[in-house]
C-alpha cells in the first residue's frame, strides 16, 4: 500500500514569510495530488491539486511535481497568520477510491 | 459552498456498546466516505460508497459497519465499540470519486471507555 511521507513535521515562521512543505511517495499509483488545510476542531478542505508534472500555481499558492522522484512541494507566498494550520498531502487513485494521506505538517505563521 | 453535516458532534460510548455516526450532504455527490483521524497516522480509509445501498470496505474496515440507505446519508456503525476505536471520526463526500475535490464535515469526536 502507498505510504506518503510529510516533512517538516511543524514548522514556525514569521509572517510575510515564504512557506514551503514537502511530501514523499513510496510508488507512483497516484494520479493526482492534493493539498489539504485542517484548521483545529475543521475538517480538512482542499487547497490544490495537480495531475501532471511540473507546477501549479493559483493565487499564493504554488505546487510543484515530480513523479520521477516521487515528491510533491506546495509553496505558499506572502504566508499571514490564517494560514496557521495543519496541512495534508494526499494522493489519490481513482477506480479503487484510494486516498493516500500524509501524517501533515503543523504551520504556525508568528505575526 | 457544498456541506457535509456530521452527529453527533461528540460522543462518549462504553466498551462493547453499539454506535451509529450520521453523515448527510447536500451537495447531490455520488461518492461518500468515512475516514478516522489519529495523531501521527492521517486520514484513513474505513468505508465507503459511490451508489445508494452499496457500501465498499476501505483500508482499515474491521470492527465497522457502513449504510447508505440514500444518496444523502451515510452511517457508521460500531456494533461493539472497543477502546482501540477512539478517534476522530470524518464524513467527505466527492462528486466524481477520488481524483475530484472531497468536501469533509466537521468531524466526530468518539472517546470509548
Known amino acids: 500500500q502507498e505510504k506518503v511521507q510529510q516533512s517538516p513535521e511543524s514548522l514556525i515562521v514569521p509572517e510575510g514569510a515564504m512557506v514551503s512543505l514537502n511530501c514523499s511517495f513510496s510508488?507512483?499509483?497516484?494520479?493526482s495530488i492534493w493539498w489539504y488545510q485542517q484548521h483545529p476542531g475543521k475538517g480538512p478542505k482542499a487547497l490544490i491539486?495537480?495531475?501532471?508534472?511540473g507546477n501549479k500555481k493559483e493565487g499564493r499558492l504554488t505546487v510543484y511535481l515530480n513523479r520521477a522522484s516521487l515528491h510533491v512541494s506546495l509553496h505558499i507566498k506572502d504566508s499571514q497568520p490564517s494560514d496557521s494550520a495543519v496541512y495534508l498531502c494526499?494522493?489519490?487513485?481513482?477506480?479503487?477510491?484510494?486516498?493516500?494521506f500524509g501524517a501533515g505538517t503543523k504551520l504556525t505563521i508568528k505575526p | 459552498e457544498a456541506a457535509v453535516t456530521q452527529s453527533p458532534r461528540s460522543k462518549v460510548a462504553v466498551t462493547g456498546g453499539k454506535v451509529t455516526l450520521s453523515c448527510h450532504q447536500t451537495?447531490?455527490?455520488?461518492?461518500m466516505y468515512w475516514y478516522r483521524q489519529d495523531t501521527g497516522h492521517g486520514l484513513r480509509l474505513i468505508h465507503y460508497?459511490?451508489?445508494?445501498?452499496?457500501?465498499e470496505k476501505g483500508d482499515i474496515p474491521d470492527g465497522y459497519k457502513a449504510s447508505r440507505p440514500s444518496q444523502e446519508n451515510f452511517s457508521l456503525i460500531l456494533e461493539l465499540a472497543s477502546l482501540s476505536q477512539t478517534a476522530v471520526y470524518f464524513c467527505a463526500s466527492s462528486d466524481q470519486g477520488a481524483n475530484t475535490e472531497v468536501f469533509f464535515g466537521k468531524g466526530t469526536r468518539l472517546t470509548v471507555v
Open positions: 460508497s459511490y451508489v445508494a445501498d452499496s457500501t
Open positions: 510508488d507512483s499509483a497516484s494520479q
Open positions: 451537495n447531490n455527490h455520488d461518492y
Open positions: 491539486s495537480i495531475f501532471s508534472n
Open positions: 494526499a494522493g489519490a487513485n481513482y477506480g479503487n477510491e484510494k486516498i493516500t
